[in-house]
């Protein structure tokens, strides 16, 4: 999972470097045909046995792929890597406290809000677009996970997630030859475009393989490294240095997001005890 996490971000901030030569748009679009040429060779999918049940989803993670990925690149564009990201994270944090109505997780989703608040200081020079762009690639962050828990316990491999990321891709080829007629491609921004393709198969499978293996909630809580890593990145790669009230925004939704899923770990663990003894009961009053 961490290494996962550290490829998304370097990857992103790798992208970032051709945006003046071919915008996000151009930079996703090699993006996902590397990473479509990256998983494919190792998955070797056969679509044709697919089920509709395999379909479906596939289906879905490929659209959710070209919606996500372009929305995480312009809002970087516009707003930086580091809050970037963090507006996503709010996508895992929202699927974490959507299914209760307790008073503890309406206090959670308070403190997230008063961490975007502070985070994104709203005022006449917020660019509002690179927001709400941001707030759309969060949406697509948690439709993303639930769908790759589904297509890891319906197909073997990676092959779900393959030709998920090669039909994202097909829908950018038209503009990748476009680009390409046009003189936009220069070697520097060809390479920066293919090196964040490359990093970004590694946690496409990273994450599937992982949930395979690791509890939603507790991939769910591993979601509070991304913003650290994004904003390092940002500084390191980007040269883009966060400012007090961002870090201190940061620190809120990275709190918050813990706090849930440790909320929900404990109670689950609760739950379970309490089922165990119950059974235990069970079979005493049962016995002869």
Partial sequence: MLGSATANQVGAAAGAHAFAAVGPAGVVAVRQLVAAAVLLPVARPDPRRFTRAQWWPVLLLAGVFAVMNLSVYTAIDRIGLGLTVTLEVLGPLAVALLGSRTRVDLACAVAAAAGVYVLVSPGPASDWAGIAVALVAAGCWAAYILLNRLIGARLPGVEGLAVATSLSALGYLPLAVLLAVGGRWSAGALLWAAVAGVLSAV?????????????????GMFMSVHPVLAALSGLILLGQALRPHEWAGIVIVIAVLTATNLRRTESRATRTTRERQEGMRSRKDQAP
């Fill in 203 to 219: 946690p496409y499978a990273g994450d599937l393989i992982a949930l395979r293996h690791v509890p939603a909630r507790v991939f």
